[in-house]
T-cell receptor, first 109, second 115 residues
Framework: GQNIDQPTEMTATEGAIVQINCTYQTSGFNGLFWYQQHAGEAPTFLSYNVLDGLEEKGRFSSFLSRSKGYSYLLLKELQMKDSASYLCAGVDSNYQLIWGAGTKLIIKP | GAVVSQHPSWVICKSGTSVKIECRSLDFQATTMFWYRQFPKQSLMLMATSNEGSKATYEQGVEKDKFLINHASLTLSTLTVTSAHPEDSSFYIC???????????FGEGSRLTVL
C-alpha cells in the first residue's frame, strides 16, 4: 500500500533549527511536496522535490533521497509564526497526491 | 502564483438542509480540481477529484449522492453537501493545479457547522 509517515508533533525554540522528517512508500514516484498549514487555514506551498538533493529557499530547505524513500524539511532561524502543521505529500505514478497526517510544530520563545 | 477562491468561508446550517460551496480558479483554467475534508487536528482527506465536463471521481468511503460535485466550467467547481448532519461539520478545502502535474493551489477553505 501507499503510505506517508511523519512525526505527529515537534517542539523547537525560537531562533533555532528544526528538521521534520518524512518517509514515503508510493506506487511509483513523481516527486514530493511540503505544505505549511496554520490552524484554521488552507495549506500553502513550500517546496517540491523530484530529484535527489537539497533545495534551499530562504529559511526553508527541503531534501530528498529517492533511494531511501526519505525527505526532510529544514527550518532555520525559527520564528514564532512558523508554528503550524507541516504536511508531506508524495506523488504516485498516477500523479495523485498521497498525504501524510502532518507534523504540528510548536515554537517556544 | 495562481489564485483559487473558495466561498463561503463560513457556513452554519440546520440539520437536513443542503449547502453549496464554490471553488473558483481566478486567473487560470483548471481542468481538474480536488475537494478535501479536514477534521480538527487531522490531515487533509481527499474526497473527490473534479473533472471539467465529466463526472467526479470519488474516493472510497465518500458518498457521491451526499457530496455532489459539479465542474461545469474550467474555472468553477461546486461541492454540495446534501441533507447535512452534524457529523458533516468540517473544514472543506478545494485545490487546483495549473497543468496536469504541478503545484497545487488551495482555496481558503470553508468551515461548515451543522446544528
Amino acid at each position: 500500500g501507499q503510505n506517508i509517515d511523519q512525526p505527529t508533533e515537534m517542539t523547537a525554540t525560537e531562533g533555532a533549527i528544526v528538521q521534520i522528517n518524512c518517509t514515503y512508500q508510493t506506487s511509483g514516484f513523481n516527486g514530493l511536496f511540503w505544505y505549511q498549514q496554520h490552524a484554521g487555514e488552507a495549506p500553502t506551498f513550500l517546496s517540491y522535490n523530484v530529484l535527489d538533493g537539497l533545495e534551499e529557499k530562504g529559511r526553508f530547505s527541503s531534501f530528498l533521497s529517492r533511494s531511501k524513500g526519505y525527505s526532510y524539511l529544514l527550518l532555520k532561524e525559527l520564528q514564532m509564526k512558523d508554528s503550524a502543521s507541516y504536511l508531506c505529500a508524495g506523488v504516485d505514478s498516477n500523479y495523485q497526491l498521497i498525504w501524510g497526517a502532518g507534523t504540528k510544530l510548536i515554537i517556544k520563545p | 502564483g495562481a489564485v483559487v477562491s473558495q466561498h463561503p468561508s463560513w457556513v452554519i446550517c440546520k440539520s437536513g438542509t443542503s449547502v453549496k460551496i464554490e471553488c473558483r480558479s481566478l486567473d487560470f483554467q483548471a481542468t481538474t480540481m480536488f475537494w478535501y475534508r479536514q477534521f480538527p487536528k487531522q490531515s487533509l482527506m481527499l474526497m473527490a477529484t473534479s473533472n471539467e465536463g465529466s463526472k467526479a471521481t470519488y474516493e472510497q468511503g465518500v458518498e457521491k449522492d451526499k457530496f455532489l460535485i459539479n465542474h461545469a466550467s474550467l474555472t468553477l467547481s461546486t461541492l454540495t453537501v446534501t441533507s447535512a448532519h452534524p457529523e458533516d461539520s468540517s473544514f472543506y478545502i478545494c485545490s487546483a493545479r495549473l497543468a496536469e502535474f504541478g503545484e497545487l493551489f488551495f482555496g481558503e477553505g470553508s468551515r461548515l457547522t451543522v446544528l
